[in-house]
Antibody
Framework: EVKLVESGGGLVQPGGSLRLSCTAS????????MNWVRQAPGKGLEWVSY????????YYADSVKGRFTISRDNAKNSLFLQMNSLRAEDTAVYYC??????????????WGQGTLVTVSS | DIQMTQSPSSLSASVGDRVTITCRAS??????LNWYQQKPGKAPKLLIY???SLQSGVPSRFSGSGSGTDFTLTISSLQPEDFATFFC?????????FGQGTKLHIK
């Protein structure tokens, strides 16, 4: 079974840091691009960051650029999101999602179950 | 950034109804359009990729169409388990962007 499991969420004060992890199983993690997507309470989906399978290409949403860092450890089938200088507006459920790519398009499948990050004093 | 606009934002329907949700892109995205279903407290689940391709395991009552800027998701005969929120997403360019969602309610 292809599966993604996030961890590392929790309550953090504004200005603080948190590191999220996503552990993959059931597929060859090193051959897939990965993303982080977040969803604020009661809101829609917001793409956060992308990393290629070889780590040579990384993208961030403008809202997190300079504060968040995406990384991966292919030997440990793991994806990470280091979040610094956290703000109240970063409060959300954070999902990791595998990118399935063809010659013509790509999509996100599957998604992990999500981990909740709450930024509050 | 490519803006994705879904309509309606909310929809009430009955079991057995045919339902159509639309998604419009702010520029042409060819068929780089995906649809996801999300139930409360759960992760999004892929329904349709590349505008019209049905993801394996998804019931055939779901279908997608469109290209360029205008897309539709159709559920041919609503089942009780279909009541959820649906999101479109463009994969034409970075940043990936999503529609605001369409919440499907039971009438």
């Amino acid at each position: 079974e292809v599966k993604l499991v996030e961890s590392g969420g929790g309550l953090v004060q504004p200005g603080g840091s948190l590191r999220l992890s996503c552990t993959a199983s059931g597929f060859t993690f090193s051959t897939y691009e990965m993303n982080w997507v977040r969803q604020a309470p009661g809101k829609g989906l917001e793409w956060v960051s992308y990393i290629s399978n070889t780590v040579n290409t990384i993208y961030y949403a403008d809202s997190v650029k300079g504060r968040f860092t995406i990384s991966r450890d292919n030997a440990k089938n793991s994806l990470f999101l280091q979040m610094n200088s956290l703000r109240a507006e970063d409060t959300a459920v954070y999902y990791c999602a595998r990118v399935v790519t063809t010659s013509t398009t790509d999509w996100f499948d599957p998604w992990g179950q999500g981990t909740l990050v709450t930024v509050s004093s | 950034d490519i803006q994705m606009t879904q309509s309606p934002s909310s929809l009430s329907a009955s079991v057995g109804d045919r339902v159509t949700i639309t998604c419009r892109a702010s520029q042409s995205i060819n068929t780089y359009l995906n649809w996801y279903q999300q139930k409360p407290g759960k992760a999004p689940k892929l329904l349709i990729y590349a505008a019209s391709s049905l993801q394996s395991g998804v019931p055939s009552r779901f279908s997608g169409s469109g290209s360029g800027t205008d897309f539709t998701l159709t559920i041919s005969s609503l089942q009780p388990e279909d009541f959820a929120t649906f999101f479109c997403q463009q994969s034409y360019g970075i940043p990936y962007t999503f529609g605001q969602g369409t919440k499907l309610h039971i009438k």
